[in-house]
């Protein structure tokens, strides 16, 4: 199967293509909040009010495509902004969250599109065959090999 697969991939045509670029030209960036456990829930969200993290976020023109609560993680969300946006975005995160959570961002494109595609052209696998004897063969019986002896040396005084 896996050699069906390899000749598949090396002969047969096909194109991957990077994401095309959006209409409208903005990028993607997932945040993950990540919880500082040494706080409890209630100082985590006092502090996201104190600061106003969640009345004043996101900045103007910046889309929330998706907003997640991850168990034992913190907040996950992927963002849309015009590239010029990203000095904001970031200041707002380091205003808003900072000492509540520890933050990471990742640059993100959406793959959903393209791993269709790719899936609805993929080849059917087929069943792997292989050809065992009706019967277990049995291996030969192992000729013990004898123990080397063992010579006492004596030190003399």
């Known amino acids: 199967m896996k050699w069906i697969l390899l000749c598949w991939f090396l002969f047969v045509p096909f194109e991957l293509k990077a994401q095309?670029?959006?209409?409208?030209?903005?990028?993607?960036?997932?945040?993950?909040l990540r919880y500082d456990q040494s706080k409890?829930?209630?100082e985590i969200d006092d502090?996201?009010?104190?600061?106003?993290?969640?009345?004043?976020?996101?900045?103007?023109?910046?889309e929330i495509v998706s907003y997640y609560i991850v168990m034992g993680i913190g907040h996950v969300i992927t963002l849309k902004l015009p590239p010029?946006?990203?000095?904001?975005?970031?200041?707002?995160f380091e205003k808003g969250?900072?000492?509540?959570?520890?933050?990471?961002?990742?640059?993100?494109?959406?793959?959903?599109?393209?791993?269709?595609d790719l899936k609805r052209n993929a080849?059917?696998?087929?069943?792997e065959t292989t050809t065992t004897p009706s019967r277990p063969t049995?291996?030969?019986t192992p000729t013990p090999t004898p123990t080397p002896k063992r010579t006492l040396h004596h030190r003399s005084s």
């Not at 010029?84 to 707002?92: G, H, M, S, Y």
């Not at 640059?107 to 599109?113: E, K, M």
């Open 20 to 32: 095309e670029a959006t209409d409208d030209g903005k990028i993607m960036l997932t945040v993950i």
């Open 40 to 42: 409890t829930l209630d």
């Open 47 to 62: 502090h996201l009010a104190k600061t106003g993290f969640i009345k004043n976020f996101p900045p103007e023109g910046v």
């Open 84 to 92: 010029d946006k990203l000095r904001e975005v970031n200041v707002a």
């Open 97 to 116: 969250v900072w000492s509540a959570f520890r933050t990471e961002f990742y640059p993100t494109y959406d793959y959903v599109r393209i791993f269709n």
């Open 123 to 127: 080849p059917t696998p087929q069943p």
């Open 138 to 140: 049995p291996s030969p």
